[in-house]
């Protein structure tokens, strides 16, 4: 089960992997036109993710609770909200649009960007390792399926999203360095997803609360950085909202159809 488990977390990794190699094929950082649609697919998995496969389960192992099985995913999800606000504040980072937040640092423009898309995964690995963690412990209505539903969502937007972290870096340097940095960005996810397996035994009583943090955290990440680099721009082909509908679909059909 474990392994199974192992080989789950990897998943957005190799997603984020592929992705970065992308720095090989193409000459030039996708349009903005390309990223808004990439931004868009991105935050319509992760908000789709949040729903069926942390805040539902979340909701569902409390219903012993009646009226109230809401209230730790409310709790849990504030929780997330708040964790991700505090790292948004207090670690230095730039996004792709170059809007620089958290404080200020002498860090290059390099090492800034790989720390935003550092801070955007730790989420996803939190969630990933939850699902499996809570599939492990069989404390949670999740089975194996679903959790491969979720880190095969994930896995499906950390392609685009490796592309797009490594181009900019590959264009500053050499495609190699810009592999490198999309790759070690991408090696988050499945090290917070195995402290949260190794720590499996701890988190039992406090599984939905962790789905529903999970869950929070993600959109933090969509609300805050996905949107608005989506929506940034060109508002007339409404690119971005099409594939934010697409990602959404998608991932809710994966997780409808291997439950």
């Known amino acids: 089960m474990f392994f199974q ?9 190799l997603g984020t992997t592929l992705g ?21 697919f991105a935050g319509g998995v992760m908000v789709a993710a949040s729903v069926w496969s942390l805040l539902i389960p979340a909701m569902n192992e409390c219903e012993d609770y009646g009226s109230f099985a809401f209230v730790p995913a409310v ?12 790292l948004d504040k207090a670690i230095p980072h ?36 939850v699902v499996f963690a809570s599939f492990m412990a069989g404390s949670v209505d999740i089975s194996l399926s679903e959790a491969f ?50 720590c499996c035994e701890l988190l039992l009583p406090i599984f939905p609360y962790l ?23 060109d508002h007339r082909a409404d690119l971005g909202t099409i594939m934010f509908a697409l990602g959404f679909c998608i991932m809710m059909s994966l997780d409808v159809a291997l439950s």
Request: aromatic letters at 10%.
């Open 94 to 129: 730039t996004h792709i649009n170059e809007q620089s937040e958290g404080p200020r640092s002498h860090l290059g423009k390099r090492a800034m960007l790989f720390l935003a898309i550092t801070l955007h995964n730790i989420p996803e690995g939190v969630a990933v390792g």
């Open 20 to 40: 970065a190699g992308c720095v090989f094929f193409m000459r030039r950082s996708p349009s903005d036109a390309i990223q808004r649609c990439l931004n868009g």
């Open 149 to 198: 539903a979720l880190s095969i969502g994930i896995g499906i937007q950390n392609f685009p999203e490796g592309a797009i972290v490594s181009m900019p870096l590959a264009s500053e340097g050499s495609r190699a360095r810009g592999f490198g940095y999309g790759v070690i960005s991408g090696i988050v996810e499945p090290i917070f997803a195995l402290i949260t397996i190794l």
């Open 5 to 13: 488990a192992l080989n789950g977390i990897l998943i957005p990794f």
């Open 211 to 233: 789905l529903s943090f999970a869950a929070g955290a993600m959109i933090f990440v969509v609300v805050e950085e996905l949107v608005p680099e989506m929506s940034d721009g």
């Open 75 to 86: 709790i849990g999800f504030f929780v997330g909200i708040f964790f991700l606000l505090f």
